[in-house]
């Protein structure tokens, strides 16, 4: 179902997100990753922390500090021995450090909300011998969660004056035109400036309004 109201997404995208807004509100970037067992249960969260010492990451202050590695480094293989039919879910498409230590970490199902032109490197699946071998299995985008996910990281980006950005903007735009705009807008009126007075669920019924008024919603 494509979700159009907070109480539509699944369990395991509201996770996925909060972490993505924790991580924000904790003024890193918001990106999340979640890991999901064989039952359904969550054993893992992973917050996007090379920008700062966040809460419950296993790295922090780090260039490789990403969502998907702090996700993936909270699973003790002495614990979680079947991990095959675990699930990681991204809000991003993961990049090439991400995409191979999803790989190399036996779980074999990806999940990702929204494409990233520049950095996601799903791609690199099948490139290689090695990366030919395993059977995985990889979703993604899901319709308006992807509309979220970039309008939270491109937010990010303009207000912290990220120029490394900018090319990364120029893809993503490729793909989410009106969603770049967007942040453009939400930024000029400072639309999340009070982070930790929100919730990720009045961030997405924003979206949805905004989307609904210029007619975007489908
Ligand atoms: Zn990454």
Known sequence: MIPIHWSEITNEWKECFRTAWESFKEGSRPVGAIVIDDKGHLVSTGKSATFGQLSDTVISNNEIAHAEVNALLKLDNRIHKEVNSYVLYSTLEPCPLCFCAFYMSGIRNLRYAAKDKYGGSTNLRGTTPYLSKKPIVIEGPVKYLEQLSILLNVYFDLCNN?????????????????????????????????????KIEDVF????KDLRSKELLI
């Open 205 to 208: 019924e924003m979206l949805m």
């Open 162 to 198: 990220y120029e490394k950005a900018i090319p990364v903007h120029e893809l993503m735009s490729e793909d989410y035109p009106m969603i770049i705009e967007l942040a453009k807008e939400w930024v000029e009126s400072a639309k999340l400036k009070n982070p930790r007075k929100l």
